[in-house]
């Protein structure tokens, strides 16, 4: 554990290897979220952009369950003067869920997740907001929202359609259907479904993998695929332009030149 990502109620954060691991911790309650882990990975996520070391990032859940979503119950437990008052969701969602969810798709470095178990709510956009998804066969993805009467947040509607399409998303957000692993991964949601207890150690696997990738370049193509589904053609291929010249100025760049030439695996440095 390093003094720049220091440990936080529900999350534990680790640096090793250029792969920053962030586990929700609290499998009692299923590693709901709440408003001090929310704030621990935003924090986290903040320090990661900015720091040369990180070059993957896995998230994961401790126990049964990766995330059962946010700890609504929680919130509003105790007497009138604890609860929040009226206008607070609004307040609130764009320091929070609002802002979380965007950092990682805005992330210049992959992100990998590992679900076992329930990923709820919450816990469902972060897996959709991740580059790949690695699920236990036990998994569960499940947009809750309807069935309590509320509507959808943390990016639902619109991580949900891009990921499944409109009408598969009614399904999801309109009729509360639960995903099991299989079906998540044959509607492209899922990378790769595992055995029941491997998804940590095979998510870990993809992450160390990314991490010894050209970080320059995968940070760069994330962003424009990220673009791609709401740009013309004529606006993309210049953020392509632009892309392939910084990337070709990296030393990675070279490093990828050189290992071709001598027929070896480049051994990129991330720079």
């Known amino acids: 554990m390093l003094s720049e990502y220091p440990a936080a109620d529900g999350v534990e954060i680790d640096l ?3 792969v920053l691991a962030l586990r929700l911790n609290d499998p009692r309650r299923r590693n709901a979220l709440h408003d001090r882990s929310l704030r621990a990975l935003i924090d ?39 609860r929040p008052r009226p206008g607070a969701i609004q307040r609130r969602l764009p320091s929070q869920a609002h802002r979380l969810i965007p950092q990682l798709c805005e992330l210049q470095v992959p992100v990998v997740c590992a679900v ?5 709510g919450i816990g469902f956009q972060l897996a ?3 580059d790949f998804v690695v699920a236990d066969i036990s998994a569960t993805f499940w947009q809750p929202f309807i069935t309590r009467g509320m509507t959808p947040d943390s990016g639902a509607t619109w991580l949900t359609t891009r990921a499944v399409g409109s009408q598969r998303a009614r399904r999801l957000l309109l009729l509360g259907d639960r995903l099991d692993a299989r079906t998540a991964h044959d509607w492209g949601i899922v990378y790769e479904v595992t055995e029941q207890g491997a998804a940590d150690e095979r998510a870990r696997a993809l992450a160390v993998r990314l991490a010894g990738g050209p970080t320059v370049a995968l940070g760069l193509t994330k962003a424009l695929i990220n673009q791609a589904a709401d740009a013309a053609l004529r606006e993309q291929l210049p ?9 070709s100025r990296s030393q990675d760049f070279r490093e990828g030149l050189t290992a071709f030439v001598e027929k070896r695996e480049p051994r990129f440095a991330g720079r």
């Open 16 to 18: 090793t290897g250029g």
């Open 239 to 247: 953020a392509e332009a632009f892309s392939l010249e910084i990337s």
């Open 116 to 120: 076992t178990g329930y990923a709820v």
């Open 128 to 130: 959709l907001a991740s």
């Open 44 to 82: 986290a996520l903040e320090l990661a952009q900015n720091d040369e070391r990180v070059r993957a990032v896995l998230l994961s859940g401790a126990g049964a369950d990766f995330c059962s979503g946010f700890d609504i119950v929680g919130r509003n437990a105790g007497g009138s003067a604890e």
